[in-house]
């Protein structure tokens, strides 16, 4: 079955612990991204890679870091959590950006920084 | 600073009613999704459009480039449909960064 697995589904951590969101896809995609949804603010783009070793900064980067060591994964890294990182996250992936391409999303991780 | 509009915010529908959700943009794009967020949060696309108009099942989607204008249309709505629909864009001038409007919350009613 086709699909972007994030892990964790729901954390709870505290300010300054390091923690890290997991993605894949099992679907040879070579676009993926990291998006966060805060009431009243909707989606927005955090990072995004076209391909292994291509990342590029979305919207709103600040206190994230990504990588993309092998195409199937892109994992998200909180170095020093904030509380203003509380959010809903997603992990998505495309076969690429261009017409025709249907964005796949993760079921979501949900994020609490106390 | 808002790249994508959305409208209305909210709207209530009795079952069977056409519904229509607006999108607008202000700049040039290079494509348009359509997604749809159930309560619980996962979220699945319905469309990709880059010019005219694409349908599936009851849902239609269209794209005026000129006019920088989407619809969502929903004919024979059902409460099964009662979701958040959410508007993405990709603008020609920012390379493969995506934004998105706040989303339209619909309820339609037995």
């Known amino acids: 079955e086709a699909q972007v697995t994030q892990n964790p589904r729901y954390l709870i951590t505290v300010t300054g612990k390091k923690l890290t969101v997991t993605c894949s896809q099992n679907m040879n995609h070579e676009y993926m991204s990291w998006y966060r949804q805060d009431p009243g603010l909707g989606l927005r783009q955090i990072y995004y890679?076209?391909?292994?070793?291509?990342?590029d900064k979305g919207d709103v980067p600040e206190g994230y870091k990504v990588s993309r060591k092998e195409k199937r994964n892109f994992p998200l890294i909180l170095e020093s959590p904030s509380p203003n990182q509380t959010s809903l996250y997603f992990c998505?992936?495309?076969?690429?950006?261009?017409?025709?391409?249907?964005?796949?999303f993760g079921e979501g991780s949900w994020l609490t920084v106390v | 600073k808002n790249e994508v509009e959305q409208s209305p915010q909210n709207l209530t529908a009795q079952e069977g009613e056409f519904i229509t959700i607006n999108c607008s943009y202000s700049?040039?794009?290079?494509?348009l999704h359509w997604l749809q967020q159930h309560p619980g949060g996962g979220i699945v696309s319905l469309f990709m459009?880059?010019?005219g108009k694409k349908k599936h099942g009851r849902l239609i989607a269209t794209i005026n480039i000129q006019e920088k204008h989407s619809s969502l249309h929903i004919t024979a709505s059902h409460p099964r449909d009662s979701a958040v629909y959410i508007c993405a864009v990709r603008l020609w001038d920012t390379g493969n960064q995506f934004y998105f409007g706040t989303g339209t919350s619909l309820t339609v009613i037995p």
């Open positions: 890679s076209m391909n292994v070793e291509v990342t």
């Open positions: 700049v040039g794009i290079s494509a």
């Open positions: 459009l880059s010019s």
């Open positions: 998505a992936s495309s076969p690429g950006v261009g017409s025709g391409n249907t964005i796949y």
